[in-house]
Every structure is written in structure tokens, then in C-alpha cells.
């Protein structure tokens, strides 16, 4: 167990370094969450500072996902370089390899979120810090189970490029639209509310919503985490299973 601590802590770096020396990478992948920002909160009824407090969570959310989704392609481009066959014969253990890059989607998640929120607060939006900090520790759990399915994904598509990208984006705007990130789904038809009671996103998205505007002691608070648990157990879980099985 020490040993693979030890391996995790030295993957984690690696791949933390690239993203510390060019913040400018995660500027660019929230370029898209603010687009949506700007351009879906006027049309949003009711008061201005109303709908950032409902609408700000869950574009932070929407940037964790983005972001953790196509972290992947990284992995991707290590296995067209040799980088990664080169990885596989060190002596660092082979869930340390899995388990230390997604544990590296927590640091550019909370860098996004906390530039979201500061963009946001000049326009009236007005967030609890105590609940915002255990939302972040719930997008945690849901960047790293994410970003493991992401590398799972890239590891599946090594021989084949455009099969990552295809099956990323196929995936990625059902499960965004069913958490409701840009609209309420409760007016929505019921076979819509049925879809999405099983989208994990949507019970991370309600939690992030309630604890941002301070409403911590919710139903929505143990379900997101239980959510965001069983996202990264269940990514941890089949990203290792691929780590050790890659050749």
C-alpha cells in the first residue's frame, strides 16, 4: 500500500506539471461553459441575481465535466508517441498510473470553479463559502471518476483515434442535458424526468446548486455525494481494470 501511494503521488505529479507550467489550457477548455454562461442566463426568467444563483453551479459543473471528459485525449496522445509503452515498463505500479492522472482532474476543477464564481460576482451572483468548499469536494469525487473513464476511453481507442472523440461527444450532451444544467426539467415530459433520474450528473448538479446558496443541511447534499462516490468508485474501478490489462 505504501509502495502505491507512492507510485500514485509520482504519477500525479508528472501530470500535474504540464498543466502548471501552461495555466493557459484550462482557460481555453472554459471557454465553451462561459459561451453558455453569457448567452443562456439573460434569457433565464425572473431576476437577474435569481437566475446566476441557479445557473452558476451548474455551469461550474458543466466545466468539470468538459474538462474531465477529454482529459483522455492526453493519455490518447502519450499512447501515439510511445510515452505511455514507455510508462508500462517502469517499475511504478499499474493502478498508480490510473488512480494519480485522475486524481490530477481535482486541481484544474477547482482552479475553473473558483474563476467561475469571480467572474460571476459582479453581476450580483453571491455564493456561502462552507457550502461551496463541500461542493467542491463533491465535484471531486465526480472529476475523478470522469477523468478515469476518460482515460479508460482513450486506452479502449488507442488504435483509433476518432473513436474517442466520438463516443466522448455522443455521451457528453445527453448527460449534460439531462441534468438540467441549462434548463429546470421539471416541466419536462415524463419519459424526460424518467431519463433523468437515472443520470448520476443530475443529483451532482442539485447538490452543487444548494450548497453554493448555503442550503448544506439538504436531501440533495447526501445524494450528490453519493453520486459523485459512485462515479468514481465505478471509474476507478474500470480504469484499473484497463491500466493493468494494457499492453
Excluded at 476507478?236 to 493493468?244: E, I, K, S, T, W
Aim: aromatic content about 10%.
Amino acid at each position: 500500500m505504501t509502495s502505491l501511494v507512492t507510485d500514485t503521488r509520482t504519477v500525479f505529479s508528472r501530470e500535474l506539471r504540464p498543466t502548471l507550467r501552461s495555466p493557459f489550457t484550462m482557460i481555453i477548455a472554459m471557454v465553451q461553459p462561459l459561451v453558455f454562461l453569457g448567452l443562456f442566463a439573460p434569457l433565464l426568467p425572473g431576476d437577474r441575481s435569481a437566475a446566476l444563483q441557479w445557473f452558476v453551479p451548474g455551469i461550474i459543473v458543466m466545466s468539470c465535466l468538459f474538462s474531465a471528459s477529454m482529459t483522455g485525449s492526453n493519455l490518447l496522445f502519450e499512447i501515439q508517441t510511445g510515452s505511455h509503452e514507455r510508462m508500462l515498463v517502469t517499475p511504478l505500479r499499474r493502478p498508480a498510473l490510473l488512480i494519480g492522472r485522475a486524481l490530477k482532474e481535482i486541481v484544474p476543477m477547482v482552479a475553473q470553479a473558483a474563476l467561475i464564481v469571480l467572474v460571476c460576482l459582479p453581476f450580483g451572483y453571491r455564493f456561502h463559502l462552507g457550502g461551496a468548499l463541500l461542493g467542491l469536494v463533491v465535484m471531486a469525487g465526480f472529476s475523478i471518476g470522469v477523468g478515469a473513464l476518460s482515460y479508460t476511453l482513450a486506452l479502449a481507442s488507442k488504435n483509433q483515434e476518432w473513436l474517442f472523440w466520438t463516443v466522448q461527444q455522443t455521451v457528453l450532451f445527453p448527460i449534460l442535458l439531462l441534468a438540467g444544467v441549462l434548463l429546470p426539467l421539471d416541466g419536462g415530459p415524463g419519459w424526460l424526468r424518467t431519463l433523468a433520474a437515472w443520470n448520476p450528473l443530475r443529483y451532482v448538479v442539485d447538490a452543487e446548486r444548494a450548497l453554493f446558496d448555503g442550503d448544506i443541511w439538504q436531501a440533495t447534499t447526501v445524494t450528490g455525494l453519493v453520486a459523485a462516490a459512485g462515479v468514481a468508485a465505478f471509474g476507478l474501478f474500470v480504469g484499473v481494470r484497463a491500466m493493468r490489462t494494457s499492453t
